[in-house]
């Protein structure tokens, strides 16, 4: 029941926000996106969810290339809120939707076409090569190509490690926890309440590197990223209590 009442609430935020967020940024830069992450907040709230943060995002913002598992819609809001300024690369598939189409480039999310192999090379080329996009903020890519089946991780795409290594930027890989039991995929906006916790971990650098490394960085990364994930979200300690101890 809860379930039924979060789509609810869901698609109207989305009939709400999405056209606030367009006419936003188009009367002030940037207005945007903080209207989209405070609707987002307020939806989330209202839905029962909970957004945590462990590590720290990259705080120089010249341009990393953020990697993360895709295990459900809800992992887009959590990055969002978990770094307010990171834009993102998305299939081409999703602008042919007009007003979702309008959102999305209003807050500079970047398409790719993932079905042409040659035609998504020569768009990460152009992506590569604009300066307002790579020293502009982070840029967050779900390597997976698509979200992965309950359980299971998919390959990992090099796009997103050409580009990383065309911009000398490092690889900031991430471990998104709990999504996917808030959000099943292909579960039709019906929300659970939860905890969905997105965990930064350290850097890869990208220095030195030639894109003929780019399939070990990619399964370098990629190792880190199920690794974490296998592992669980990270355990805050209670304050006064040792790391990795429960407290009495």
């Not at 839905?47 to 990393?64: I, M, N, S, W, Y």
């Not at 598939?93 to 979702?100: D, N, Q, T």
């Not at 309008?102 to 192999?117: L, Y």
Request: proline share 8%; charged share 20%; aromatic share 4%.
């Amino acid at each position: 029941m809860r379930a039924q009442v979060n789509r609810v609430i869901v698609l109207g935020g989305l009939v709400v926000l999405l056209p606030l967020v367009v006419v936003g940024e188009r009367v002030r830069h940037g207005s945007g996106r903080r209207l989209l992450r405070w609707g987002l907040s307020i939806v989330a709230a209202l839905c029962g969810v909970h957004f945590e943060v462990r590590g720290r995002p990259p705080a120089d913002r010249t341009g990393a290339v953020v990697v993360a598992n895709h295990s459900s819609p809800m992992d887009i809001p959590a990055l969002l809120w978990a770094d307010p300024d990171v834009r993102f690369v998305a299939t081409a598939g999703l602008f042919r939707i007009p007003v979702l189409a309008a959102a999305m480039r209003a807050v500079g999310t970047v398409p790719i076409d993932r079905h042409d192999h040659d035609r998504a090379q020569r768009q990460l080329d152009r992506m590569a090569a604009r300066t307002d996009l790579v020293a502009g903020g982070d840029v967050a890519v779900f390597a997976e190509g698509g979200i992965a089946p309950a359980g299971q991780r998919l390959p990992f795409k090099t796009g997103a490690f050409s580009l990383a290594i065309r911009t000398r930027n490092p690889v900031v890989p991430v471990a998104i926890h709990g999504s996917d039991r808030v959000l099943v995929p292909r579960g039709r906006l019906l929300v659970r309440p939860g905890v969905v916790t997105v965990e930064f971990l350290a850097p890869v650098d990208t220095a030195g590197l030639t894109l003929d490394d780019r399939h070990v960085l990619r399964d370098h990364v990629r190792d880190l990223v199920c690794a974490a994930v296998a592992s669980g979200p990270p355990v805050v300690p209670v304050r006064g209590t040792p790391a990795g101890t429960a407290p009495g």
